[in-house]
């Protein structure tokens, strides 16, 4: 019987993944330096592969000029989050891996000569989620642009808001937007530039809203992910869902431009485009008597008058206002003690309470609240969504414009109103109802209950993220008193693109978060069986939220819960929110649109070094390339740093 020699021949195709990437689209094996002077462009098909933040600066300035800003700024676990492993171990495995500090870097540089302020998002690091760091960046970036009057470039690749710190990465939307609105407003260039992936609260926040905006071929631009949509709406998806092309198609993105292309596309706009010229006599004055921090102070002396301005008893744990000069947001944020053994039962018996059907729905507390109620509707665009109620009417003899969610009491209604989700039409009705309101001088009160906004394709082609975008930056500008009531569930961008307020309130069984705890848990935990538990580490309840400062004062419901006592809660509530309106009276516009920008801005929780020590990214040496040659099998179980992949769909991190 012949000897049989063993075979190399199959371990010839083996390539180092250090050495050697396969092309996803067309399957050809790159050499990684060729890709890498390729701009990560396929040369054989043109798939863009994702780039790191260094490469993309690299790429889009002028040699040397890049100087960078806040580099020491570092994220804080504010919420003592835990999944399968502690948040601030996430972290370090981020850093580790990627070299950066977090998601974003921002600074200056040169285009063509052109001087800009930019701020690079990188997908390695946990997905490119959005957290307080990548917020602040993001907005510091567009300060500087309005101070120095320099055009901002902000490029975004990301998964969505960072789900480890909840309502805290759900305010950067805010925060961004109130920055990028002042931007706008005195007339400097912004090009926002979308890489694959540019999804969930990045695309629903800064990314949509460029004076320019451009996209890179066929990346993946959406504002919920596939899996979502999908598991949502119960359908298939149409080819080419959410990608560039699809977003160039429906008119929400100016170009799409490849990446050997993009600097000298992005040059080309900036010479074209100059901050308009500012007229010194008309500029306006800095509003020098508003606090510093939490400036609404008048909040500091509800602690004690919730109990009686409602009619309750004050020494319940909820009728409890946030201190706006105590625990501190920003880089300040407090956080919060660890949780107590029955809280994941307790928070997930209140999100029960806040879905119940229940539960009293806008137009019953407009009828409780209120007299001479007149339903304005549609958006004058196309057409009317009945997730959104608007409208006008009377409270307590003051006319006030009311936006507020309607999910339906029965299936019928439930359908006919979309479940309480509404589509783009759904906020640019509240959009323009409350540009009414600011023309007329009429105080503006939002109640919000609504899962989320609806994901499905037709949302995506009428353009549901821009929709929200839009609505969350005008409410940072409106120069007319907001009160915001979260009266049952506050999902997402869904909930904050008509909860920007002065004042936000809410009931003591509702609940806000980042994204529902079901999402959450199938991302982190791997399954929505561990919903109960991912709305505990969020810290959804009405309670944690005022801790966190995210909302301000909760109302005590009564009873056995608003569903119960309907007509006693409306009561409550309507006191507390005449009591605000009169509160806010007493300022001044200029004081209260600043006032609102500086709440927003102070929220988030971070830290900032003054000489950043980031773990150095771990490289593979020689002998391990040629242990992985040799031996293949060995390569494809191997955990190390190395084996990870940028170009890895943003499923884990998206929302």
Known sequence: MPLKLPSFRARRDVYPPDLWTKCPSCSTMLFNKQLDKNLRVCPTCGHHFRLSAAARLEHLLDAGTWSERDAGLQSVDALGFVDQKPYPDRLVAAQTATGMRDAA?????????????????????????MGAVVGEKVTRAAEYALEARIPLVVVSASGGARMQEGTLALMQLAKTLAALERLRAAGVPYVSVLSDPTTGGVFASFAAVGDVNIAEPDALIGFAGARVTAGTIAAELPPGFQRAEFLFSHGFVDRVVPRPELRDEVIRLLRLVHARAVDASSAADPVDDVPAFRPLSFLTTIADRVGEIAGGDSTEPSAVAADPGGN?????????TPLAADARDGVW??????????????????SAMTSDFVELHGDRLFGDDEAVVTGIARLDGRPIVVVGHQKGADTDENIRRNFGMPHPEGYRKAMRVMELAERFGLPIVTLVDVPGAHPGPESE??????????????????????????????????????AV?????????AVYSVISPEGCASILWRTPDEAAAAAAAMRMSAADQQALGVID????????GAHAEPAETARRLKAIIVDRLA???????????????????????????AQPEVPQ???RGLADRLRDLLDPARRTVSSGTGGWSRDEPPAREEV
């Open 328 to 336: 501190g947001v920003g880089s300040t944020q407090a956080v919060l």
């Open 501 to 509: 307020g002065d004042v936000v309130i809410a009931l003591e069984n």
């Open 105 to 129: 870097v921002w600074g200056t540089g040169a285009l063509g000569g052109v001087k800009a302020a930019l701020c690079v998002m990188d997908f390695g690091f946990m997905g490119g989620s």
């Open 553 to 560: 004062i909760v109302v005590p419901e009564p009873g056995k």
């Open 461 to 498: 082609e009428r353009g549901i993220a821009e929709a929200i975008a839009r609505s969350v930056g005008l409410m940072t500008r409106l120069r007319t008193p907001i009160v915001s009531v979260i009266t049952g569930e506050g999902g997402s961008g869904g909930a904050l693109a008509i």
């Open 349 to 366: 018996g209140r999100v029960q309470l806040a879905r119940t059907l229940k539960r009293p729905r806008t137009l019953e507390f407009v």
């Open 617 to 619: 990214r771990i490289d």
């Open 583 to 609: 509160a806010l009276e007493a300022l001044t516009i200029d004081q209260l649109v600043e006032a609102r920008y500086r709440r927003y801005r102070a929220l988030g929780a971070y830290t900032e070094v």
